[in-house]
């Protein structure tokens, strides 16, 4: 938990927010700025700054669930989605997420 941190308050339900999954290690919640109709940020509860700097494959491991579960139920399985990870300063909130959006419609309607 870091106090500075916007995630770590809504993980700590300091800002409240509902929550699109919830597990012991992984929430997930809608982007306030959404690119596509759905535009989720899968997020571990622990405070990790980057994506370099996450040294726990286990947590990896739920993360991948996490999502593999959210493109089920939004419907994405074939109709295109992105999982994007931005780090190394191109992050805006450093507390590491994975941005899932979609539907991107199939690459050769793009
Ligand atoms: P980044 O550029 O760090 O990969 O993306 C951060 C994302 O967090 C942005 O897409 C931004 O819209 C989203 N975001 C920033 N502050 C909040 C907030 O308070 N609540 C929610 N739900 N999303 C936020
Ligand atoms: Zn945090």
């Known amino acids: 938990m870091d106090k500075n941190c916007i995630f770590c308050k809504i993980i700590s339900g300091e800002i409240p927010k509902e929550f699109a999954f919830e597990n012991a290690d992984i929430v ?9 109709p759905v535009h989720l940020l899968i997020v571990p ?23 593999l579960g959210l493109i089920e139920q939004n419907k994405l399985t074939d109709k295109g989605y992105r999982i994007v990870v931005n780090g190394g300063g191109a992050q805006a909130v450093d507390h ?8 991107w419609g199939k690459a050769a309607e793009l």
């Open 96 to 103: 590491l997420h994975f941005h899932l959006t979609g539907p």
């Open 45 to 67: 509860k622990i405070h990790i700054t980057d994506f370099t700097k996450l040294e726990n494959d286990l947590i990896l491991g739920k993360i991948r669930i996490a999502i």
């Open 28 to 36: 997930a919640f809608s982007d306030i700025r959404p690119i596509k």
